[in-house]
């Protein structure tokens, strides 16, 4: 093992023995070299005024070799701002500033040893970075039966995880926090866990109420007080969009310092809070340790960086880094909100309007970008393929029986003319006898 990672496994092992025991073997193994060509460049950009011959980019005039093709389109920007190498980390200025933003919109992180967001090639990156980390074969990743199916592929099949499955729903409708209680404790004999908490949740758009946000953060420290490791996982890639009757904060401060077996993992971005979907900008930030902790966690996670991607994209890191600095970012921010919440509003009243409660229900929605229908008649993938063969009309089959519908994508005006055509879609196959 390389001394670098042994230093660092000792750093984490006295500071807290069980997220040492987090670590998936590969998270033991890595580490960030300290002098590597990064390091050296890192050096040499402080120390070398005269001649810098370290870095692999082209240098002209002073500054990053450019296309002119290429910069007449950016020329907002400086060139040292988006053509060089953005570090591992990312942007210093933008981790800075999400981690302002992110304290301002989540108080409950406030004095709970937060560290300063590393900067990913968005939330997915982010997640495949904690399978990483924290996942051996075998290990349990627990994830309600409502999910994102890229889950499987990070958890699953990249990192040979066993995917436990809760209700996301219980009787009354609300979040199971029981049920993700009984799966988390099914997991004593293995002494881990991985626990995926996505809220506002893709793909049924739920985000629990205050008193369902208590009840999970207290089925995770029953675990941990049970002797089980919980890596807590807050999967945030919605977060900001609660229209309605529901938590307006990421678990993740609820959950940092709540018990030492308890790892506070957030993973966010600008993707869908900024409304930024191809610049590819997300963040992992650990919660609730110590800053020694904090510090080997950045350098296992900067390793898992260096050995993959090396860096993100400097442009877009630049691009959010000076929204957020605008003076006009929070009208503009707001304006979006209000379209968004204005769709799920309409949405909402047309389920509501009992027209259509013979063919299907809805499952809860209070956020995000996206609804859940629950057929009643006939199969989810022969209406898909109807409504997009027959009206040109695109969902999403889940299971049997459940249709996704993003209403994030359909102009207000537009929703009711949607949800009718899903509606006669229905009629028609129950004509042809097309029932499940």
């Given at each position: 093992m390389n001394p670098l990672a042994s230093k660092l496994n000792e750093t984490i092992a006295k500071e807290n023995q069980h997220v040492y025991d987090m670590l998936?073997?590969?998270?033991?193994?890595i580490y960030f070299p300290k002098e590597g060509i990064l390091s050296q460049s890192a050096e040499a950009k402080q120390k070398a005024n005269k001649f810098n011959a370290t870095i692999g980019i082209a240098i002209e005039n002073g500054e990053p070799m450019h296309l002119k093709v290429i910069q007449d389109t950016l020329s907002a920007y400086k060139p040292?701002?988006?053509?060089?190498y953005a570090p591992p980390a990312g942007k210093p200025e933008l981790r800075s500033a999400w981690r302002a933003k992110m304290?301002?919109?989540n108080p409950s992180l406030e004095g709970k040893g937060l560290g300063n967001p590393i900067a990913t090639n968005a939330l997915t990156h982010g997640l495949s970075i904690v399978a990483d980390l924290y996942t051996d074969k075998g290990d349990a990743v627990i994830i309600p039966d409502k999910n994102w199916e890229n889950y499987e592929l990070t958890f699953g099949i990249r990192r040979g995880a066993e995917l436990v499955y809760y209700p996301l729903y219980n009787e009354q409708r609300?979040?199971?926090?029981?049920g993700l209680r009984d799966a988390l404790m099914a997991q004593k004999d293995k002494g881990k866990a991985i626990v995926v908490l996505n809220f506002p949740n893709n793909p049924t758009g739920y985000t629990p109420g205050h008193e369902e946000g208590l009840e999970i953060v207290a089925a995770v420290k029953e675990a941990a007080e049970a002797g089980i490791n919980v890596v807590a996982v807050t999967d945030d890639a919605y977060f900001g969009l609660f229209f309605e009757g529901s938590m307006q904060e990421s678990l993740a401060g609820q959950l940092a310092g709540i018990h030492p077996r308890v790892l506070s993992v957030k993973v966010d971005g600008a993707t869908k809070e900024e409304y930024v979907w191809g610049f590819r900008v997300?963040?992992?930030?650990?919660?609730?340790?110590?800053?020694?902790?904090?510090?080997?966690?950045?350098?296992?996670?900067m390793g898992i960086i260096r050995a993959t991607i090396s860096s993100g994209p400097h442009p877009s890191q630049t691009?959010?880094?000076?929204?957020l600095q605008s003076p006009d970012f929070k009208?503009?921010?707001q304006e979006k909100f209000d379209i968004m919440k204005a769709r799920a509003n309409r949405t909402k009243s047309l389920l509501d309007s009992g027209k259509f409660d013979s063919v299907w229900e809805y499952y809860p929605f209070n956020s995000g970008y996206f609804m859940c229908l629950k057929l009643k008649t006939v199969g989810a993938e022969a209406l898909r393929v109807h409504l997009l063969d027959k009206y040109g009309i695109g969902t999403i089959a889940l299971g049997e029986a459940d249709l996704r519908v993003a209403f994030s994508c359909i102009e207000e005006g537009n929703i009711e003319e949607l949800f009718e055509t899903?509606?006669?879609?229905?009629?028609?196959?129950?004509?042809?006898?097309?029932?499940?």
């Amino acid at each position: 093992m390389n001394p670098l990672a042994s230093k660092l496994n000792e750093t984490i092992a006295k500071e807290n023995q069980h997220v040492y025991d987090m670590l998936s073997d590969l998270g033991k193994l890595i580490y960030f070299p300290k002098e590597g060509i990064l390091s050296q460049s890192a050096e040499a950009k402080q120390k070398a005024n005269k001649f810098n011959a370290t870095i692999g980019i082209a240098i002209e005039n002073g500054e990053p070799m450019h296309l002119k093709v290429i910069q007449d389109t950016l020329s907002a920007y400086k060139p040292k701002d988006i053509y060089e190498y953005a570090p591992p980390a990312g942007k210093p200025e933008l981790r800075s500033a999400w981690r302002a933003k992110m304290l301002e919109e989540n108080p409950s992180l406030e004095g709970k040893g937060l560290g300063n967001p590393i900067a990913t090639n968005a939330l997915t990156h982010g997640l495949s970075i904690v399978a990483d980390l924290y996942t051996d074969k075998g290990d349990a990743v627990i994830i309600p039966d409502k999910n994102w199916e890229n889950y499987e592929l990070t958890f699953g099949i990249r990192r040979g995880a066993e995917l436990v499955y809760y209700p996301l729903y219980n009787e009354q409708r609300k979040f199971n926090a029981a049920g993700l209680r009984d799966a988390l404790m099914a997991q004593k004999d293995k002494g881990k866990a991985i626990v995926v908490l996505n809220f506002p949740n893709n793909p049924t758009g739920y985000t629990p109420g205050h008193e369902e946000g208590l009840e999970i953060v207290a089925a995770v420290k029953e675990a941990a007080e049970a002797g089980i490791n919980v890596v807590a996982v807050t999967d945030d890639a919605y977060f900001g969009l609660f229209f309605e009757g529901s938590m307006q904060e990421s678990l993740a401060g609820q959950l940092a310092g709540i018990h030492p077996r308890v790892l506070s993992v957030k993973v966010d971005g600008a993707t869908k809070e900024e409304y930024v979907w191809g610049f590819r900008v997300g963040f992992i930030t650990y919660a609730g340790l110590s800053d020694t902790m904090l510090a080997a966690l950045e350098q296992k996670t900067m390793g898992i960086i260096r050995a993959t991607i090396s860096s993100g994209p400097h442009p877009s890191q630049t691009f959010v880094l000076h929204a957020l600095q605008s003076p006009d970012f929070k009208a503009q921010k707001q304006e979006k909100f209000d379209i968004m919440k204005a769709r799920a509003n309409r949405t909402k009243s047309l389920l509501d309007s009992g027209k259509f409660d013979s063919v299907w229900e809805y499952y809860p929605f209070n956020s995000g970008y996206f609804m859940c229908l629950k057929l009643k008649t006939v199969g989810a993938e022969a209406l898909r393929v109807h409504l997009l063969d027959k009206y040109g009309i695109g969902t999403i089959a889940l299971g049997e029986a459940d249709l996704r519908v993003a209403f994030s994508c359909i102009e207000e005006g537009n929703i009711e003319e949607l949800f009718e055509t899903i509606y006669q879609g229905v009629l028609d196959l129950e004509k042809v006898g097309a029932a499940k």
